[in-house]
């Protein structure tokens, strides 16, 4: 089966750094993503990983081992408005059947 | 651009009746996908259509179907829907080696 964990909750500073895990467990592998969803709206890509290593995007960054079957978002600088929920998703068979975690929400305190 | 449209965005049904949610893009994608979310839950995969003419089973396709119209459009049909269906429905499309997949704004659906 496939499965992926990340934790349920983390709870920051403005200002600060706060790293969210996720672990997995697929048939096949082509990739890990990372989304961000606001209450009440849709999710939105923030990045992919393929291969091992880090991708930055701004203030985002996410890394990817695959031999750990791991990766992490790193959330820099946060704001206020980066309280949402955050998503990782594996595509595995095919490269099209995409599976979500349960998702972390990210609480960012003044 | 419109991106990923969805129609309709709230139903209330009675369990038993039918109904089909529709979606498009206009990104020229060729992949397309359903979800469902639960409070609290993450997005659970219905089906998926890869490209034009192609649907396949995702995590929970059990009382759904799916017609890949076009290019353009993939509907997902209840034929006969039950309150475990009460849930928000999201459409999503992706065309990129990285599968970015974009979300339509999703239709939030209770079964009485």
């Known amino acids: 089966g496939q499965s992926l964990e990340q934790p349920s909750e983390v709870t920051a500073v403005e200002g600060a750094i706060v790293q969210i895990n996720c672990t997995y467990q697929?048939?096949?592998?082509?990739?890990l993503s990372w989304y961000q969803q606001h209450d009440g709206g849709a999710p939105t890509f923030l990045s992919y990983n393929g291969l091992d290593g880090l991708e930055e995007t701004g203030r985002f960054s996410s890394f990817l081992s695959r031999s750990d079957s791991y990766g992490y978002l790193l959330l820099q600088e946060l704001q206020m408005k980066d309280s949402a929920s955050y998503f990782c998703?594996?595509?595995?068979?095919?490269?099209?059947?995409?599976?979500f975690g349960a998702g972390t929400r990210l609480f960012v305190k003044a | 651009n419109a991106g990923v449209t969805q129609t309709p965005k709230f139903q209330v049904l009675k369990t038993g009746q039918s109904m089909t949610l529709q979606c498009a893009q206009d990104?020229?994608?060729?992949?397309m996908y359903w979800y469902r979310q639960d409070p609290g839950m993450g997005l659970r995969l219905i089906y998926y259509s890869a490209s034009e003419g192609t649907t396949d089973k995702g995590e929970v396709p059990n009382g759904y179907n799916v017609s890949r119209l076009n290019k353009r459009e993939f509907s997902l049909r209840l034929e006969s829907a039950a309150p475990s269906q009460t849930s928000v429905y999201f459409c999503?499309?992706?065309?990129?080696?990285?599968?970015?997949?974009?979300f339509g704004p999703g239709t939030r659906l209770t079964v009485l």
């Open positions: 990104m020229n994608h060729n992949s």
């Open positions: 998703a594996v595509r595995g068979t095919g490269g099209f059947k995409t599976i």
């Open positions: 999503a499309s992706s065309g990129g080696h990285d599968n970015e997949q974009f």
């Open positions: 697929t048939s096949g592998f082509y990739g």
